[in-house]
Nanobody, 123 residues
Framework: QVQLVESGGGLVQAGGSLRLSCTAS????????MGWFRQAPGKERDLVAD????????YYADSVKGRFTISRDNAKHTVYLQMNSLKPEDTAVYYC????????????????WGQGTQVTVSS
């Protein structure tokens, strides 16, 4: 089992920045990829960004390219999401995720979820 603990959400004005952190504990050596999904009220849970644990290859949704940066600290088993130039449409609950079966995160391939952290961007 792997436990994912998130931190860093909050309320910020449009144009501001936040950094999310997610630390994995437990049997982390099987993780192939980690990343972040987000879910706004009444909408599906969508992938924001992920990172391949072995070589750091990253993926970003088109909506966040150029504004968000995902990174990892292997020694701390931690993944970060630096979010800059935030927009009101970025408002959502952000979920950390890890997969032991795929190098690319999709909802059906997520092995472990974090509890979620609220990000609210005011206009």
């Amino acid at each position: 089992q792997v436990q994912l603990v998130e931190s860093g959400g909050g309320l910020v004005q449009a144009g501001g920045s936040l950094r999310l952190s997610c630390t994995a504990s437990g049997r982390t050596f099987n993780n192939k990829a980690m990343g972040w999904f987000r879910q706004a009220p009444g909408k599906e849970r969508d992938l924001v960004a992920d990172i391949r644990w072995s070589d750091g290859t990253t993926y970003y949704a088109d909506s966040v390219k150029g504004r968000f940066t995902i990174s990892r600290d292997n020694a701390k088993h931690t993944v970060y999401l630096q979010m800059n130039s935030l927009k009101p449409e970025d408002t959502a609950v952000y979920y950390c995720a890890a997969s032991t079966v795929s190098y690319r995160l999709q909802v059906d391939w997520v092995s472990f979820w974090g509890q979620g952290t609220q990000v609210t961007v005011s206009s």
